[in-house]
């Protein structure tokens, strides 16, 4: 940051103090981004674990004997495991609707009505996650 | 009266050394309690006026960066208050006229045309870049916060070192070059009126710099071109006139490392920009025109 520039003692002020709706989208974009690739992984070094479930025989399979079907089951029995769900859906919703956003800002298609864009995928976002909480947390209490 | 030599402030401090040697003669005696007097009245006068201005219903706060780096005692950067009785149709810029004018002579700021044509007073006002010249006060929250273009260095108070952001325009070559020239000794390059409409706004840039300290990322990136300059290659690439050869030259200006690419599409600079220039429209066509340029399938 701020090579060839040296404010020094008033370094702090001039800060923004109010962000736009481009730079909330910018901000946001990037957090969920995050935390999808954070997900990836865990979900992967999670899921890597059940992998002796596939050289089971069917009748254990059948029962929900196998590690797969444990691990799963585990997980959904914790409710904080139930809200994180939520919130990653949400954050993949956001992250779907904004890189559309993003894409037709690319392609230099109603670049005016940007910040109108970045509102409608805010609310959406918030509409589908309300939606889904009875899907999700059903059974949780 | 008729008999006092008119002060010449060219020589002041020639005289101020002179009279250090001399015997201070009854005649300097009487100026020195002149202007001491005079020092006093305008003091009084000035604090008359801020307490009117204090007092009455139709004024206006102004709280103001004040920064100098040469001075002892004003190196803390601090806020200035000031009140400014208000008139219809006042400006930001005419409201620290009056302040500079009535109260405080040191308080120093960037100004010229005031009709936002020169591109000298970009601030930073209530939290945003705002050209002081064309932004109105009845449209501002009180008190009103004036402060230095961010991501700058400062000169002193309301004053950016504008520099690096001349180097960046000049970066990309802001000027018209062709070597396509129509026949003819005396024939003029003409454009066609599409193509005129087309970079009509890219040529309304005047060089404030609003845009350049709004962004998130030249604020990172020294290096990044910033959307002022992008702006400018755009003016020049997109003018038919110049031809092919100088469109792939400054084609490949703009996609260097920290070229069109570093753009982010916040829209910052497009939201203060003062001339309403559609800069990241702008970019986000270079960046296409790039692409395309480089993009080979056969």
Request: aromatic share 8%.
């Amino acid at each position: 940051m701020s090579q060839s520039y040296n404010r020094g003692l008033i370094e702090d002020f001039s800060r923004w103090r109010e962000f736009s709706a481009g730079m909330w989208a910018w901000i946001f974009h990037k957090f969920t981004g995050w935390v999808l690739v954070g997900y990836l992984f865990t979900h992967i070094a999670v899921l890597s674990t059940a992998i002796p479930a596939a050289g089971q025989e069917a009748a254990v399979l059948q029962a929900g004997d196998d590690v797969y079907t444990q691990t799963i089951v585990t997980l959904e029995e914790l409710l904080l495991v139930r809200i994180l769900e939520v919130g990653l859906l949400a954050v993949a919703v956001f992250h779907i609707l904004n890189g559309t956003r993003l894409l037709l800002v690319d392609l230099g298609i109603g670049l005016e009505s940007q910040d109108k864009s970045f509102y409608a995928s805010l609310i959406l976002t918030g509409a589908i996650t309300v939606a889904s909480v009875p899907t999700f947390i059903a059974g949780a209490f | 009266m008729s008999t006092q030599v008119p002060e010449q402030p060219e020589e002041s401090t020639e005289s101020a050394a002179e009279t250090e040697t001399q015997i201070p003669s009854k005649g300097d005696a009487r100026r020195e309690e002149k202007r001491r007097r005079a020092a006093e009245r305008r003091a009084q006068k000035q604090a008359e006026e801020a307490e009117r201005a204090a007092a009455d219903e139709d004024t206006i706060e102004l709280k103001v960066f004040r920064y100098d780096p040469e001075v002892e005692g004003k190196q803390e950067p601090r806020f200035d208050t000031f009140h400014v009785p208000f008139t219809k149709g006042m400006t930001v810029l005419d409201a620290l006229m009056y302040a500079r004018d009535t109260y405080d002579s040191s308080l120093t700021f960037r100004h010229s045309c005031r009709q936002a044509i020169c591109g000298s007073d970009a601030m930073f006002v209530n939290g945003s870049q705002k050209l002081a010249c064309k932004t109105q006060i009845s449209e501002l929250q009180e008190p009103i916060r004036v402060e230095p273009l961010p991501h700058a260095e400062v000169t002193k108070d309301l004053v950016i070192e504008m520099e690096h952001f001349y180097e960046q325009m000049h970066a990309v070559e802001p000027y018209f070059q062709t070597n396509e020239l129509p026949d003819g000794e005396l024939e003029e390059q003409r454009q066609s009126r599409e193509n005129r409409e087309k970079i009509k706004m890219s040529t309304r840039c005047i060089w404030c710099s609003a845009c350049m300290s709004s962004c998130n990322i030249a604020a990172g990136d020294n290096e990044y071109l910033g959307p002022a300059a992008i702006n400018k290659a755009y003016r020049f690439a997109m003018d038919e006139r110049e031809g092919e050869d100088i469109k792939q030259k400054r084609l490949e200006i703009i996609e260097q490392e920290h070229g069109v690419w570093r753009c982010q599409t916040q829209f910052s600079c497009t939201e203060v920009c003062p001339k309403d220039i559609p800069l990241t429209e702008h970019i986000q066509e270079l960046k296409r025109e790039a692409v395309k340029n480089n993009l080979k399938f056969w």
